[in-house]
């Protein structure tokens, strides 16, 4: 896949390499929803994926995300807020957000507790450094009950992001488990948000519900703004 293909042969491409995935693992395609993450790009890349069918968008950054999802309201995109999340930002995420996949700590859950329900994924850190995004898994019980305690989100499932270091369907095995482990205190939150542009075969493979996939479809970002 070469980066100067069109856009629209991009995600035609991955399309079809999702669908046969999930075929080859006996999973209907249609149970599988990409989130095309946007971040860096200018809301022109965005409506662009909108007019080739694209619905469901995500962004990493609360700033950037609230820009593009009000310059584009008309299209009634789906914005799935990806990233970290400083809890005294996290009601304003709410206002253009239809899902937020990185509830990983009881402030935030705090913080978004009131309100319409949001769709939302406690996200897991698969990696032994507190410093990266995501509850450890020691800690994913108490976790869940927070959320499923606070009438402003609707638990749907568990998120993460492979280590580098991992291989990536063992990482994603060990997500399964996480999510059946959720599934036992909430048997409606078993969505599975995993697989990004390098590894969202292996995602499919472990049951991911929800591929947040940038760059293979996008092609590269710009430099960090
Ligand atoms: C950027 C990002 C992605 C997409 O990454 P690609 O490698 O470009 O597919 C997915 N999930 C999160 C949380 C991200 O920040």
Redesign the pocket.
């Given at each position: 896949m070469s980066d100067g293909a069109p856009l629209a042969e991009r995600l035609a491409t991955v399309s079809e390499q999702i669908a046969a995935t999930a075929r080859d693992v006996g999973r209907d395609p249609a149970d599988i929803t990409t989130i095309v993450?946007t971040?860096f790009h200018p809301a022109s890349l965005v409506r662009e994926l909108a007019e080739l069918g694209v619905r469901d968008v995500?962004e990493?950054r609360h700033q950037e995300a609230q820009a593009k999802a009000a310059e584009l309201a008309d299209l009634g995109l789906r914005w799935h807020f990806?990233?970290q999340l400083q809890s005294k930002k996290a009601r304003q995420v709410r206002q253009y957000a239809s899902a937020i996949?990185?509830i990983d700590r009881p402030a935030l859950v705090d913080a978004l507790a009131e309100g319409e329900p949001l769709d939302s994924f406690v996200q897991l850190n698969l990696t032994d450094d507190p410093g990266r995004?995501g509850v450890a898994l020691d800690q994913l019980e108490p976790l869940v009950e927070r959320v499923l305690a606070a009438p402003g989100l609707r638990l749907r499932g568990v998120?993460a992001?492979a280590p580098l270091d991992e291989e990536p369907r063992r990482a994603f095995a060990r997500v399964k488990a996480a999510s059946d482990r959720v599934r036992a205190l909430a048997p409606d939150a078993g969505a599975i948000s995993a697989g990004?542009?390098?590894d969202f075969a292996a995602a499919i493979a472990e049951g991911a519900t929800h591929l947040?996939?940038?760059?293979?479809?996008?092609g590269n970002?710009p430099l960090h703004p």
């Open positions: 993450v971040k995500g990493n990806v990233g996949h990185s995004g998120m992001v990004m542009s390098l947040r996939i940038g760059s293979a479809i996008t970002r």
